[in-house]
């Protein structure tokens, strides 16, 4: 929206607008009329060949001094799957949202993101299908980056955590936390497969879960209740690998000593929470842990596939992937930016924004901290943690072992256009509580939400400019509005800047929520103003006009973080190829 419209002077007063509101019979005969009334063949023609190239990004941006710097993060999607509409919501798609908004408003960004490859996930998933680790990981980050590219995710790079530099950086952090002493070394009784020879971590152990008793935990996590467990709280331990009830062993391993970083960490979290207005329920997650004493805990792990532990005697086991995983921003961030600490260790200009699903919340505001404080180096650390409760899928749960629910690799496959998925999924965002993928009601969303409220709108008003307009977007001056076009666009002016401060806290569905309700306004805007209607002085049409055409280039940068495709189409058929920043003062 241009100035002059915001703060319009007082009009000279003009014909008076005809306001008369159309009588409900008048309404259905308008709207019979619209549906009748298509636009132009040649309109129709180019949405059916409309086809959206995305412009090539800017070289990968360093920090500046003097700008809002935002670093933002998605939770890792572990590679050995293919990713469900659940994970989908919770990590890339919010997070990606968050960083198209970022750039609309000119902040200085970079959205990193890639798939966690290390540990014994990957290790069992070769060994099932009878591949290297290596070979599971290259299948599976190609689907990864498949999915996420179809649903239109824009990152700045979406990497691996398998790469050398990775190891690289994992090892250098390790080394300086060890050298600070915040490492210790402990004997753990451990199982051990005797028929195999082997020692076997986390998920080469499965048996029933002691909290639910799902028949089908694995060592590190119950896939039923979602606790996390260690192999020797299973009942009826099972070997992985050759089935048999394994033994317990001595073990040595690498614990971070939490407590005696518990103050740093502490005041961390005190600090942080506040200025970047964290949740309650991530504050809450946070200071239970704190509350519940910081113990040690173990990092290291009997396994070949990960980062291998730079210390004597450790030569046979890898870093826990809680350890290695979320240096795997830091890493990703270095594979296409060598100057990677100006974003990393740079916390009086840098802002982290992290994205992910509320049980990573520990990992994000505890552990990771933890290990960058345990250095004691200057570390950018979490400024907003944004995190979701889950989404189900009907009446149940989404679920990968059971293949249960809609996943990113069906999406393509399905005929529906991804901002209506976008849409779906960002409307229906579990921000306060668990909320439910249902076919009926993603339909209803589609059909009587996202094509009735935008799209009649700028149907409508692209209609009437292409012909009654000759296509051009009416210019209209300050002084031609009457105080009703004043007093609609303080209005929306107002709703735009709620959306700002929605967004500034990730409130993802309020945002999505207030620029309908936008469309609402215009919507009832252009019906009490019945240009249609025989008589209509042309100056007053054409200043309607205006304003609408105004306000659905508004729409269409609101709607951009979430619908990018939705967007473009509109900007392509308002002749915007670059669109402004929004910018509001
Ligand atoms: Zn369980």
Redesign the pocket.
């Known amino acids: 929206m241009n100035e002059e419209k915001e703060k319009p002077q007082q009009s000279k007063k003009q014909k008076k607008p005809q306001q008369k509101k159309p009588t409900k019979k008048k309404e259905e005969d308008l709207n019979r009329k619209n549906k009748r009334d298509d636009l132009p063949a040649e309109y129709l023609e180019k949405v059916k060949n409309l086809k959206l190239t995305r412009l090539p990004r800017k070289a990968h941006p360093l920090p500046k001094s003097d700008e809002r710097n935002v670093l933002i993060t998605s939770a890792l999607p572990y590679v050995n799957n293919v990713p469900h509409l659940g994970n989908l919501i919770g990590c890339v798609l919010s997070a990606d949202v968050f960083a198209r908004y970022a750039r609309l408003r000119g902040y200085n960004s970079l959205y990193i993101c890639g798939t966690d490859e290390n540990g014994t996930a990957t290790q069992v998933k070769a060994i099932k299908e009878k591949k290297e680790p290596i070979e599971v990981c290259d299948y599976y980050h190609k689907i990864h980056a498949q999915i996420y590219e179809n649903f239109e995710i824009e990152f700045d790079n979406f990497g691996r955590t398998s790469k050398k530099l990775h190891d690289e950086i994992v090892q250098d952090i390790f080394k300086k936390v060890n050298a600070q002493g915040y490492f210790e070394e402990k004997t753990i009784e451990q199982y051990y497969d005797e028929k195999a020879k082997m020692a076997l971590a986390d998920r080469f152990v499965l048996g029933e ?1 002691p ?2 008793g ?1 028949a089908e ?1 694995k060592g590190d996590q ?1 896939d ?2 979602g ?1 996390l467990l260690n192999p020797i709280d299973l009942i009826n331990p099972k070997s992985f690998i050759s089935g048999d009830t394994p033994v317990l062993k001595d073990s040595r391993h690498l614990f971070l000593n939490l407590e005696s970083l518990a103050p740093k960490i502490e005041h961390f979290i005190s600090t942080a929470s506040v200025k970047g207005k964290w949740t309650s329920n991530s504050v809450a997650i946070s200071n239970s842990w704190v509350q519940n004493g910081l113990q040690s805990r173990c990092m290291t792990r009997d396994l070949t596939w990960g980062v291998s532990v730079p210390v004597e005697g450790f030569e046979e086991k890898c870093f826990y992937v809680w350890f290695d995983a979320p240096i795997g921003y830091i890493s990703i961030t270095a594979e296409i930016i060598p100057e990677w600490r100006q974003w990393w260790c740079n916390p009086e200009n840098v802002e982290l924004w992290q994205f992910m699903g509320k049980d990573n919340v520990p990992f994000h505001t505890v552990l990771f901290p933890a290990t960058l404080l345990g250095t004691g180096d200057d570390w950018t650390l979490i400024h907003h943690i944004s995190t979701t409760e889950y989404i189900n899928y009907e009446t149940g749960k989404f679920s990968k072992s059971n293949s249960r629910g809609v996943f990113g690799d069906h999406v393509a496959e399905m005929p529906f256009p991804i901002s209506a998925w976008r849409y779906y999924l960002l409307s229906n965002r579990p921000e306060q509580s668990d909320s439910v993928f249902n076919w009926d009601d993603f339909r209803n969303r589609v059909n009587l939400e996202l094509l009735p409220k935008p799209g009649n709108l700028v149907q409508r008003v692209l209609k009437f400019v292409y012909t009654k307009l000759d296509k051009k977007v009416p210019v209209v001056k300050k002084e031609e509005l009457d105080p009703v076009d004043v007093e609609f666009l303080k209005g929306i002016k107002e709703k735009i800047l709620n959306y700002c401060e929605s967004m500034e806290v990730t409130r993802m569905r309020e945002c999505l929520k207030i620029v309908m309700d936008i469309c609402a306004d215009c919507n009832k805007f252009m019906q009490d103003m019945s240009i249609w209607e025989k008589g209509t002085d042309e100056t007053r049409k054409r200043v309607v006009l205006g304003v609408m055409c105004n306000c659905i280039r508004i729409v269409a940068c609101l709607f951009e973080p979430f619908m990018p495709s939705f967007s473009a189409k509109i900007y392509f058929f308002w002749g915007l190829r670059e669109v402004k920043m929004m910018r509001f003062s």
Do not use: E, F, R, T
């Open positions: 879960c909290h639910c799902s935990a119950c039923g209740c606790k």
